[in-house]
């Protein structure tokens, strides 16, 4: 399998390097979007197979630009990267169809949550299944 083209979107620059760190080379990050708008129209332009998203973003929050993202390419893969850690939030991007939910304080677990997103299964953070197991999506696997 060739390596997944991720787009990164979030509104804290610091965390660009932080997902780079964690990634290393076994990805590319093809585009950085620092707003749920930018994200719409960079999408779009570049095709990404793996979208990094944050919940909360200025002039469009994450979980809208996920439902608008995936209206138009369902193809599309969204790893929700967050500190939200509400059963709402889970719950709410499952719902709208993303692929995996990590959070923030568990950035090391991108690598596994990209292979197992990219295989087509979807993946939540290890804290999240532990503190609410109802939470895990049927068809998660590992």
Known sequence: MNEPRILFADDHEAMESVVRDQLGMKV???G???DGVELLSTA???KPDVILLDISMPRMNGLEAARRLLATMPELRIIFLTVHNRPFYVT?????????????????????AIDRVMQGDRFLSATLQDAYPELIPTDLHG
């Open 92 to 112: 709410e991007a499952f719902r709208l169809g993303a692929h995996g939910y990590v959070l923030k304080g568990s950035a090391h677990e991108l690598p596994i």
């Open 44 to 46: 779009e332009a570049l």
């Open 32 to 34: 950085v979007a620092h």
């Open 28 to 30: 590319s990050i093809v």
